[in-house]
Each structure stands twice: as structure tokens, then as C-alpha cells.
Nanobody, 124 residues
Framework: EVQLAESGGGLVRPGGSLTLSCTASASEETFTKYIMMWVRQAPGKELEWVAR????????WYADFVKGRFTIDRDNAAKTLYLQLNSLKTEDTAMYYC???????????????RGQGTQVTVSS
């Protein structure tokens, strides 16, 4: 089973930035075949999709609430997925998970597996 390990979360002030990383235990060949995504879950709220990237990184999709602020990227040789978070808001506070979707129907994706998450807290 492929393991995903996120890192890079922390406490940041509103308007600040963070870079999240997610490294897969899969081989480079396997990771390259995966569409990948970031999802997040705030306390008391449901899991919500944040961003998705296709296998070679040429196509990216974003939830409306992060467009222009977050950037998803990947390095297949390093088997690593990234999420650059800029202009952070207090409402971005959540546990962020990288995940492999089983399938997607528009913006709705069923998760096949995900990591343990990294906490992002935005507070003054």
C-alpha cells in the first residue's frame, strides 16, 4: 500500500505563506501515473477539496475559494506533491491532506487513499 507523508504545516499570521509537501512511498513510475490532490478539513466541518493536478503537472484544478492564492505542483522524480499557500486567511485553518482520488466527477472526487495530514493554523 502506498503511504503519503505530508509536512510543512504550522502557525502563520493572516496574509502569510506556507509551502506544504507530500512525499509518496511509491516508486517514481507508480507516482507518475497518479492524479493527485489536496483536501482539507476544518474543525467541525466536512472534508473539502482544495486542488488537483494531473499526472504530468500540465493541468491543475482549484476550488473557487483558493484560486489565485494557492498553487499545486508536483515533482514526479522526487515523488512529491506540493501546495503553495499564499495570502492565507483565518478561514484557511484546517488539517491539510494529500490524497489520490479513485475517480472524479467534475469537482467531486472519491478518495482512494490519503496521508495523515499536516495542520495549518492561520491566526494573529
Amino acid at each position: 500500500e502506498v503511504q503519503l507523508a505530508e509536512s510543512g504545516g504550522g502557525l502563520v499570521r493572516p496574509g502569510g505563506s506556507l509551502t506544504l509537501s507530500c512525499t509518496a512511498s511509491a516508486s517514481e513510475e507508480t507516482f507518475t501515473k497518479y492524479i493527485m490532490m489536496w483536501v482539507r478539513q476544518a474543525p467541525g466541518k466536512e472534508l473539502e477539496w482544495v486542488a488537483r493536478i494531473n499526472t504530468d503537472g500540465a493541468v491543475r484544478w482549484y476550488a473557487d475559494f483558493v484560486k489565485g492564492r494557492f498553487t499545486i505542483d508536483r515533482d514526479n522524480a522526487a515523488k512529491t506533491l506540493y501546495l503553495q499557500l499564499n495570502s492565507l486567511k483565518t478561514e484557511d485553518t484546517a488539517m491539510y491532506y494529500c490524497a489520490k482520488p479513485r475517480y472524479c466527477n467534475g469537482d467531486n472526487c472519491a478518495i482512494e487513499f490519503r496521508g495523515q495530514g499536516t495542520q495549518v493554523t492561520v491566526s494573529s
